[in-house]
Structures are given as structure tokens and as C-alpha cells.
């Protein structure tokens, strides 16, 4: 087994003939229902390492949003939620379906959609400045500044004078979306050759990772999974025509937004929930025992409800929490 900590690869050889490579690192998938694209965070599992003798079956990578490793074991366990201590209270925030939940929580199960933005630019473009992976944008602000004129690609520029452009360039894209730039994407029928030097440069620092990765995979069993870079075999892209000349540069936008008022959160599966708003600091209750506070749920709208378990579940946690506690106490202290 070998690992490409640079290009985020694994490299497997079976005992019998052949071999694989498997990619993780940060990827983007698209959501189908939703209309937009979800981070895949994909990880090694911890004993992963060059010259590691693996058995059939043992996890190597794995998604940290949905699973974690086991402490105990060489497994992996699947993450179920959020662990918060929730308060049973008789509040006017927390009438009927409503809760109140606090900031850090609201950060806790906010999410991070992916965005998509498409620019498209011709061959001969000029560009002066352009946002690149790990660049924070926000919705207002320009992704790349550029003109279809034949200016010299070296010319420098200071910031007053891209603004001028922009301003003046009606077709200067803004960013649309509040975030980082995550992934970058580019796709054209015409060759290298044939591009500005600027257009040309952004296209081939695109490419790079990717070609890589073809050239690493050259010998592996499934290659195919890894194409390489370059013009378009066909003339559509998503389902339109792309010019001989033209340039398609797309960028992932991941947004990170928080879990706030108005929005609907689950506790235990079966508690459904409308927030209520969104306090900023701890919530304080009489009992001093119980720290961090996280949530307050209406007493009358769980017993309310046909399924009881969020309440059993709920006060069985507490009991062990507390014998957990004591146990620590008496072998500490």
C-alpha cells in the first residue's frame, strides 16, 4: 500500500494481479433533490499507512460527516447526530413545535451547501484577476475580472485599476454567493496553443491536480476513473453547444450557513421542531448540575406527542451520565 499525501491518493496492490486507487481529500457531489452540490469529506482511517497489509473487508477511506473511528476497535462507527444537553421547560419561546436553541449549536448543525457559477470567456480573453481554490468571495464581489480585447497578458494592474474594468465590463460576473472557493472546473473544444497566455495559464493550474492523478493511476486496475485533462471529445456541455472558441470556467462555491430561526431541526428522530430563535449565550436553568444547556423543547409538546422515546431516551441518558460521573468521582478523587 502506498500513500500520496500530495495528490490525496492510496495506492492498492492485491495479491492476486492488479491493483487500485482510491482518492479522498475534499470532493464535490451533486445533490439531485436539492439542486445543488454537497463537500464529501473523505479521510483515511488512522492506520492507514505506506506498506500497510490490509485484510478483506477493513475499511481505508471513509466520510467523517457520517462516520468516525472507533477508539476501541479497528472499525469505523456511524455518527448519529449531535449530542447537546436539551431542557424540558414551559416557556413562550418554546410553545407547541417551537425550541430555542443557542448560537454554538446553531453553528453545530448548520451546513455548507455547494454552489455552482459558471463563467464563460473565449479564447482570446484577457484576464486580469480571477478567484482560485481557497479564495473567499462574497456575493457582491467579481470572480474574474477580464475584456475580449488582444491587451498584453503581462501588463500589472493595481486594484483601482481592475475595479475600473469591472465597472466598466457589464459582463464582469459577480460571485453570487458568500463563501470559499472550493473547486474549479474547466472545459473547451480549442488546444492549449490556441489560448491567451493568461486564459492558458488559469486553464493548465485547473488541470494540474487532475493530470496528476492520470499519470498515477496509468497502471491501476481501475484507470478509467482518472481521464485526462483536456479539449472536449464532443460539443455539448450540459445539454448546449459549446463554441469552438469558447472557454467554460466553473466554480464551486461552499457556503457555510448557520442553523437559525425559522429553520426545522430533529431531536432523537422523532421530535420534530421549528426554531424559535437563536440566543447567543449559555442557557442558564435552576438545576446546577447540568452544564451547557443547548436547547429548551416544551415539556407539554413531548408528552403530547404518540412516540415517547425522545423522553426515555432522554432521561435513561441523564442516569448514565450521572453513575459515569460518580464512577470518575470516586476512582479520582
Known amino acids: 500500500m502506498e500513500v500520496n499525501d500530495e495528490l490525496k491518493t492510496v495506492a492498492i496492490q492485491y495479491k492476486t494481479k ?26 483515511l482511517n488512522d492506520k492507514i499507512k505506506k506498506g500497510y497489509k490490509f485484510k478483506e473487508g477493513e475499511i481505508i477511506v471513509y466520510n467523517s460527516d457520517f462516520f468516525s473511528n472507533d477508539p476501541y476497535t479497528d472499525n469505523i462507527d456511524l455518527v448519529t447526530g449531535t449530542y447537546v444537553n436539551v431542557a424540558l421547560v414551559q416557556s413562550s419561546g418554546a410553545m407547541e413545535d417551537a425550541s430555542i436553541i443557542t448560537d454554538s449549536l446553531s453553528k453545530k448543525l448548520g451546513s455548507n451547501p455547494v454552489r455552482e457559477r459558471t463563467i464563460t470567456i473565449t479564447k482570446d480573453t484577457t484576464i486580469h484577476k480571477t478567484a482560485t481554490i481557497g479564495t473567499k468571495v462574497k456575493s457582491i464581489e467579481p470572480l474574474m475580472v477580464f475584456d475580449e480585447t488582444t491587451m498584453d497578458d503581462t501588463l ?4 483601482a485599476s481592475l475595479a475600473a474594468i469591472a465597472s466598466l465590463n457589464r459582463a464582469t460576473p459577480k460571485a453570487k454567493y458568500t463563501g470559499t472557493v472550493l473547486k474549479m472546473k474547466a472545459f473547451y473544444r480549442c488546444e492549449h496553443k490556441d489560448m491567451s497566455k493568461s486564459v492558458k495559464a488559469l486553464v493548465r493550474s485547473i488541470n494540474k491536480e487532475a493530470k ?4 498515477y493511476a496509468d497502471s491501476a486496475n481501475n484507470n478509467d476513473k482518472f481521464l485526462e485533462p483536456g479539449p472536449m471529445k464532443g460539443d455539448k456541455l450540459d445539454g448546449k453547444i459549446l463554441g469552438e472558441d469558447d472557454v467554460v470556467i466553473k466554480f464551486y462555491i461552499e457556503q457555510d450557513l448557520g442553523c437559525g430561526t425559522g429553520d426545522k431541526i430533529t431531536y432523537l428522530a422523532s ?39 425522545s423522553l ?5 441518558e441523564r ?15
Not at 486507487?21 to 452540490?37: A, L, R, T
Not at 500589472?156 to 486594484?159: G, L, Q
Not at 496528476?212 to 499519470?215: C, D, G, I, L, Q
Not at 442516569?319 to 460518580?326: A, Q, R, T
Open 18 to 43: 492488479g491493483g487500485l486507487v482510491i482518492e479522498y481529500g475534499s470532493s464535490v457531489s451533486k445533490n439531485g433533490g436539492g439542486g445543488f452540490y454537497v463537500k464529501q469529506n473523505v479521510v
Open 156 to 159: 500589472s494592474m493595481d486594484d
Open 212 to 215: 496528476a492523478k492520470f499519470k
Open 271 to 309: 421530535l420534530k421542531s421549528v426554531i424559535s430563535s437563536v440566543q447567543e449565550e449559555d442557557m442558564i436553568t435552576e438545576d446546577k448540575s447540568i452544564d451547557d444547556i443547548s436547547a429548551m423543547v416544551e415539556c407539554a409538546s413531548v408528552q403530547n406527542r404518540i412516540v415517547l422515546g
Open 312 to 316: 426515555q431516551t432522554g432521561v435513561t
Open 319 to 333: 442516569i448514565v451520565k450521572g453513575i459515569e460521573d460518580n464512577f470518575l468521582d470516586i476512582y479520582f478523587n
